[in-house]
């Protein structure tokens, strides 16, 4: 597919803000929606907007059983997971992670947790709410500075103690890739279990979840191209068993019998166990839309440009002495591009509603603030960040743009901030 | 009983409201009244009164826009003219539109805004502690306000900020790269 193609399947990407073309560079938080995910989901609210499978057993339900089925089968695949019933859908990443925070079976001589300082408070906090609960301990790698975070800084917080290594695949500030593999390796030597953050990962990048050794990955819908509000957690099948209830109701069961008078529940030993309640069919439907859009697409090709379109700008950004790229000095394949101004005076949100409002032509979309990153701001010393994110409809001139843009801020400053 | 509830004859109303010992009452207001100013401070009297009472209540011919809070006790008019304003209005689906016997006072009419959010009040509460002011200055007064704790993501704040320009309750104004905030009065 050409990038004109590409371009055309984006409908949004037409569209102009107050008269202005649009510069979608906020990847990292939503990828844009294509037709084919528009056309999937239009077609569940406007031909089906029934509920699926073992609820009512009419036309309109089994034809959504069967499209949830295909969606959970594509979603197994894009991963590599062993079978479609170690697919649990959620709402998103968030949710995957609180899921797997609040069900694991800890034990009282195994319930550590180590985490990174790199991490989404998505893969934090969840962890942090079991530590007040007295379920856990956190255990916190590369807190004290640096942008590298290889295995040699998180494999020492490993011991015998630990039931859990939580990492993310991908930096959502600095987009680096952290050695999942690695650590898994010795993760699973000391008995542990790995949980993969990969909202920053899939969309650019293959995953195999069997070969990295990742016993758990959570990930969103809507950075893949699905509408919001879907997304899914991987979870090894025999681990799945072991893990407790997290939220119950219809559909998380195979019986309830009457055991001395009273109600006793006989839950799924599968994914339906964690899928209470009517689900997200538009979602679930829209997700497996956006798998095979990409796969249609091609992540081979996705990874090329985005790498090659981040590197560029990291590049430019390099020679504008006024900013200063968050991360280290090499980001292979990394489709993020983070910086801060060096001058503590200039603001960071200023030049965010510079570029919403003041170009000529154009409004350019870029993400500003802490990320849901506070962690790894403070520790590092970074007050704000502005971050560009490339999806492979981005170009190599919406990248001149920007950096005409900051040009033309930072004169226009004029050294009064 | 049905009371025909006049600009002019008010006073008397009210008075003949709280005489009242009937268990059920029909206001009808004239258009003088809903375009008065403090006419409809007499109508909301007049309804509390028969609340008050717990005598049964409906009031003819006035809209939810009007009177905000007594939507239950409104009966449709039988003849409505299409709202110039309907489609801002933040309640859709709720109004039939003007009542066609106070077509003399559309203007009267005027659809409400959505209520505000916590971080649009503390914009506007900043503002009003400090007005022009730059937008680091905005955020550091932000924090000290605790009518919401949601601008740790300092986007926000100034999301809400936007919000509120359309609203035309506050102007911003980029001035040699910082952006100056404004409440506007009047």
Redesign the interface.
């Known amino acids: 597919m050409g990038l004109t193609d590409i371009r055309a399947s984006f409908p949004a990407l037409a569209r102009k803000v107050g008269g202005k073309k649009l510069v979608y560079l906020d990847n990292a938080c939503s990828v844009l929606k294509p037709r084919p995910v528009i056309k999937a989901v239009n077609h569940y609210l406007s031909a089906l907007g029934a509920c699926a499978g073992g609820r009512s057993g009419h036309a309109l339900s089994a034809a959504v059983e069967e499209l949830c089925h295909e969606a959970r089968a594509k979603t197994a695949a894009f991963v590599n997971a062993a079978s479609a019933s170690e697919i649990i859908f959620t709402s998103n990443t968030t949710e995957g992670i609180n899921l797997a925070a609040r069900s694991f079976p800890f034990t009282k001589g195994k319930n550590e947790v180590v985490v990174t300082a790199f991490d989404h408070h998505s893969n934090l906090l969840p962890f942090l709410e079991e530590q007040k609960r007295g379920n856990l301990k956190v255990r916190i790698a590369g807190l004290d500075g640096g942008w590298k975070l290889d295995a040699d800084r998180i494999c020492p917080l490993i011991n015998s103690r630990t039931a859990l290594v939580s990492l993310p695949r991908a930096s959502n500030v600095t987009g680096q890739f952290f050695p999942v593999e690695e650590v898994a390796r010795e993760a699973h030597r000391r008995g542990a279990v790995v949980l993969a953050d990969a909202a920053q990962y899939l969309s650019t990048s293959r995953e195999d979840v069997r070969a990295a050794g990742i016993d758990m990955l959570a990930f969103s819908g809507h950075k893949l191209g699905a509408p919001p509000g879907i997304g899914a957690l991987y979870c090894r099948a025999d681990l799945m068993r072991r893990l407790k209830n997290f939220k119950v109701g219809g559909g998380t069961v195979s019986d309830v019998t009457l055991a001395g008078g009273l109600p006793e529940a006989h839950y799924f030993g599968d994914c339906r166990r964690f899928e209470a309640g009517i689900q997200n069919y538009a979602g679930i439907i829209g997700l497996g839309a956006a798998i095979d859009f990409l796969s249609r697409t091609g992540l081979g090709l996705i990874k090329e440009r985005t790498a090659a379109l981040a590197a560029s700008c990291r590049r430019r950004l390099a020679g504008v002495e006024a900013v200063e790229l968050l991360g280290p000095a090499d980001l292979p394949g990394s489709p993020i591009v983070s910086f801060s101004f060096r001058d503590r005076r200039?603001?960071a949100?200023?030049f965010?509603?510079?570029l919403n409002?003041?170009l000529p032509g154009h409004v350019i979309c870029a993400?500003?603030?802490?990320h849901?990153a506070?962690p790894l701001h403070r520790s590092r010393g970074v007050k704000?960040s502005l971050r560009l994110s490339f999806f492979v409809y981005n170009t190599e001139s919406e990248i001149r743009l920007f950096c005409d843009a900051l040009e033309g801020?930072?004169a226009?400053?004029?050294g009064?901030? | 009983m049905k009371l025909e509830f006049k600009l002019a004859g008010a006073p008397a109303a009210l008075r003949a409201l709280k005489r009242s010992g009937d268990k059920k009452f029909v206001l009808v207001p004239d258009s003088a009244l809903l375009a008065a100013p403090g006419g409809l401070d007499l109508l909301r009297e007049a309804a509390d009164l028969c609340i008050e009472k717990g005598a049964g209540l409906s009031i003819e011919g006035v809209t939810p826009c009007l009177l905000p809070g007594y939507t239950r006790y409104l009966s449709a008019s039988r003849r409505s003219l299409p709202c110039p304003a309907k489609e801002r209005c933040f309640l859709q689906g709720a109004c039939a539109g003007i009542p066609a016997a106070h077509s003399g006072v559309a203007a009267a009419f005027k659809p409400p805004a959505r209520p505000l959010t916590d971080l649009e009040k503390c914009m506007l509460a900043v503002l009003a502690r400090k007005n022009k002011i730059t937008t680091a200055q905005v955020l550091k007064l932000a924090k000290g306000i605790k009518i919401c704790a949601s601008c740790s993501n300092e986007g926000e704040v100034f999301r809400a900020a936007e919000r509120l320009i359309r609203m035309g309750l506050v102007a911003k104004e980029y001035r040699g790269g910082v952006y100056i905030w404004t409440k506007k009065t009047g």
């Open positions: 200039v603001f949100q200023d965010n509603l510079f409002n003041e993400r500003c603030g802490n849901c506070i704000q801020y930072l226009g400053t004029g009064k901030r």
